[in-house]
């Protein structure tokens, strides 16, 4: 099956994920305008956040099985679809609820990153995988720093609805490239729903399928504590302003996508398992050593930020070996393994932002938050560690 499945364009696929990631934020900026337009609270116009990375949660374990069973190609399609009807529905709504509702529906497009990395399993053999994987999961840098720039930029000049005047003009251009050019990739797909749903307890059963996901949602996990404490730390611990706020958690995203760019070199040449075990030390390393500098008295913003600054450079060495293993414990079923993958990488990354939220304050602030993102990066370094022993096994 691999090695006659038509591979997608590379672009396609890039653009595919750089919609679903700005997606999520290009319209940040927006929020208080919103609020005063809709004559709502700012709360209730921030679940067009929160409770958009609680759909895309669930969403992702029905996209994965969907598309193992009828196939890559007309789940996007349909899902593209969706998007823009959604795009449009949030462009011309006159009431919260009715911009929440399609705000929710708008969630389909995950599928285009979802299916990308299904789509890539489908067409490459393992490390190659990897190595395509590395060059989508820049987008998944560049685009959420990119985001929310033009989302401001467009409210500035023509309000917020002009960013869903983007989103589907995007959205509709996708659906229209991918309806011509892009094949069908999962040339095997399961003969009915029933025998997909039987063959998910082989997925959810295998140790080294878990323990590639856990350490995949661990590595995110340590970067989701850094978007949710960074603000509190840079504002008042170190009294930076707004400008340099953004400029250091840009850095981190920056160091991701420089590990990324490392990850396709590299995998052409290392195995996927010490590529990922080097991205969890430069992560925990990093860490530590800005840690002790700060026990040690050298509490400055360059120490802390500087220590951050490796677990985006280690994430972005581990995240995609991470998702080319668990993808090929089970080929047939990489839709399906995606889709698992993922909801625990968002379901776990709310649950830290949650904890870095209601734990960190002022007086702990710089030690807590290097603590606090070293804890998930080591938990990763074990589970992939376990994977190597697994694999060791006859």
């Known amino acids: 099956m691999t090695a006659l499945a038509p591979r997608p ?18 319209f940040t900026p927006s929020l208080a305008n919103m609020a005063a337009d809709f004559e709502t609270s700012y709360a209730k116009v921030n679940l067009a956040i929160a ?14 099985p969907l598309s193992d069973r009828f196939g890559r190609r007309p789940v996007l399609l349909i899902s593209l679809a969706i998007f823009v009807v959604a795009s449009f529905g949030c462009l011309q709504a006159e009431t919260i609820e009715e911009f929440l509702i399609f705000r929710m529906l708008q969630t389909a497009v995950y599928a285009g990153w979802l299916l990308s990395m299904a789509m890539v399993r489908d067409t490459c053999a393992q490390r190659e995988a990897a190595t395509l994987i590395s060059y989508i999961t820049m987008a998944m840098a560049v685009a959420p720093m990119m985001g929310p720039m033009i989302g401001g930029t467009l ?18 251009l996708l659906l229209i490239v991918c309806f011509v050019d892009l094949k069908e990739t999962n040339l095997e797909p399961s003969a009915s729903m029933t025998e997909q749903w039987r063959s998910y307890p082989k997925i959810v059963g295998s140790g080294r399928y878990w323990g590639y996901v856990l350490c995949q949602a661990f590595s995110v996990g340590a970067f989701y504590i850094f978007i949710g404490g960074a603000p509190l730390v840079a504002s008042a611990v170190f009294g930076l302003s707004a400008a340099k706020l953004g400029l250091i958690i840009g850095s981190i995203t920056g160091g991701f996508a420089v590990g990324a760019f490392f990850s396709s070199q590299l995998t052409k040449r290392w195995p996927l398992l010490r590529l990922i075990i080097t991205g969890r030390l430069v992560a925990c390393v990093g860490l530590s050593l800005g840690l002790i500098a700060v026990l040690c008295g050298i509490n400055e913003p360059w120490v802390v930020f500087g220590a951050t600054l490796f677990v985006g450079v280690g994430n972005g060495l581990t995240v995609p070996s991470c998702s080319a293993g668990y993808m090929s414990v089970f080929p ?12 625990m990488a968002v379901a776990t990354g709310a649950l830290m932002t ?41």
């Open 332 to 343: 047939r079923l990489a839709g399906s393994a995606v889709g698992l993958a993922g909801s």
């Open 155 to 172: 409210d500035f000049f023509f309000g917020w609805r002009a960013n869903f005047v983007l989103y589907l003009a995007l959205g509709s």
């Open 354 to 394: 949650w904890l870095s939220g209601s734990l960190l304050t002022a007086e702990n602030g710089a030690y807590a938050l290097l603590g606090f993102m070293l804890a998930p990066s080591f938990a990763g370094l074990l589970a992939i560690l376990i994977v190597r022993l697994l694999e060791k096994e006859p």
């Open 9 to 26: 364009r590379l672009i396609i696929l890039v653009l595919l994920t750089a919609l679903s990631n700005t997606s999520l934020n290009m």
């Open 51 to 64: 409770g958009y990375l609680a759909v895309v949660a669930l969403l992702q374990l029905l996209i994965g």
